[in-house]
């Protein structure tokens, strides 16, 4: 797993209801994942675009609506995806005025995006947005030793020991148990937090918070 983060941003994606209490905990998990991913300069306009899309569908198509946020990368660009079940219910970009109270929401993701565009399928509409983002991991950050005790540990905790494997497939293979790992990792620490009586939400923002300022520092 040693120099390639693009083979590690698999697409995702997640169910919820369409609610308004719900964008709080998306705008985490993008967060997250674009850290994860090592994206740190497009988490506000994804946050926002993510906000907006979902404000969308409660507007337009009505709070409690099944829909599915899905995120990956499409060459140098972030797609962020909005699906819900009402093909009827279009978003539009409206001309806003000084006085418009409606219609903003699109209009900040088309400021905000490099495009956007609507999909209709049998059963669903999938609104989608692209954010420009550099693919690439700095190359300061190869051998660094941040990322010599990550592999370390994810090693520890791997029950498949095949991270020097250097053919292709195998590769593909070690980045898929390490990645198993690191979610292992990352659980263990919530149980151990949640044991003492500790924040896990307020440590995860300071450690995203850590990983990006020293992420700008190395790049």
Known sequence: MHNDLRTLRKPWSLAFVAEPEEVAALRRLMRLHLGLWGLPEVVEDAQLCVTELVANVIAHVGAGTPTTLAVSMNDSH??????????????????????????????????TAARWGVELHGDRKVTWCELASEPDVPISMYGSPCLSRAEGLLDLYSPARTF?????????????????????????????????GRDADDLLDRALTHFEAESRTSS
């Open 164 to 196: 020097g494997v250097t053919t292709a497939g195998s590769q593909r293979l070690s980045l898929a148990c390490a990645e198993e790992a690191a979610i292992g990792i990352i659980t263990d620490l919530l149980h151990w937090l949640h044991m003492y």
């Open 78 to 111: 972030l797609r962020i995806e909005i699906q819900d079940p009402d093909t009827r219910a279009l978003p539009t970009l409206v001309r806003l005025g000084v006085d418009s109270e409606g219609g903003r929401g699109m209009a900040l993701v088309d400021a």
